[in-house]
T-cell receptor, first 113, second 115 residues
Framework: KNQVEQSPQSLIILEGKNCTLQ??????????LRWYKQDTGRGPVSLTI?????NTKSNGRYTATLDADTKQSSLHITASQLSDSASYIC????????????FGRGTSLIVHP | KAGVTQTPRYLIKTRGQQVTLSCSPI?????VSWYQQTPGQGLQFLFE???????NKGNFPGRFSGRQFSNSRSEMNVSTLELGDSALYLC??????????????FGPGTRLTVL
């Protein structure tokens, strides 16, 4: 069964600090991996998309890495801001006929001043 | 350019009723996907439509159905509502859909409450 596990479940950091969120998956065959940011009461917003051949993708202060061999991804946030407080969701899409996305439960990040 | 719009934003129904939700994608986008988000299960994929055809379907009962019109607007229907259908229903549009590394743009969602 395809699964996506995210850790930690929640994280509290001080403004200006860096943090790293983890995503492990068992989805196979692999098509692509996406990281989304979801503010409370809003729809998710795409941060990065990576395919099998990509191991790093950046979007401003957000940098995602992918290790397709170990089936692990991380999202690194640099110099956090109060507006980074949100849920971060990892999504892995399977290939091979039906491109069904499997979602992680998300990491809830709170940035304190 | 206008984003993805969903109507209505909030809806209250009673068990046994049916409901239709609407999604207007970003202009030019041909793929529309629907998702259910609940505190217990998180985000789950319902189905994807591309050029009026259902291309992928998640693991949901047949009470959940959808369609896409020639202008790419999509509707989702849930029949015989159950309490467990209470959720935030999100739609997302993109040029090609999830099979390509193509950015999906989500709408604000429709909050459905079943009493």
């Amino acid at each position: 069964k395809n699964q996506v596990e995210q850790s930690p479940q929640s994280l509290i950091i001080l403004e200006g600090k860096n943090c790293t969120l983890q995503c492990n998956y068992t989805v196979s065959p692999f098509s692509n991996l996406r990281w989304y940011k979801q503010d409370t009461g809003r729809g998710p917003v795409s941060l990065t998309i990576m395919t099998f051949s990509e191991n790093t993708k950046s979007n401003g202060r957000y940098t995602a890495t992918l290790d397709a061999d170990t089936k692990q991804s991380s999202l690194h946030i640099t110099a956090s801001q109060l507006s980074d407080s949100a849920s971060y969701i990892c999504v892995v899409t399977a290939a091979g006929g039906s491109y069904i996305p499997t979602f992680g439960r998300g990491t809830s990040l709170i940035v304190h001043p | 350019k206008a984003g993805v719009t969903q109507t209505p934003r909030y809806l209250i129904k009673t068990r046994g009723q049916q409901v239709t939700l609407s999604c207007s994608p970003i202009s030019g986008h041909r793929s529309v996907s629907w998702y259910q988000q609940t505190p217990g299960q998180g985000l789950q994929f319902l189905f994807e439509y591309f050029s009026e055809t259902q291309r992928n379907k998640g693991n949901f009962p047949g009470r959940f159905s959808g369609r896409q019109f020639s202008n790419s607007r999509s509707e989702m229907n849930v029949s015989t509502l159950e309490l467990g259908d209470s959720a935030l229903y999100l739609c997302a549009s993109s040029w090609t859909g999830g099979r390509a590394p193509d950015t999906q743009y989500f709408g604000p969602g429709t909050r459905l409450t079943v009493l």
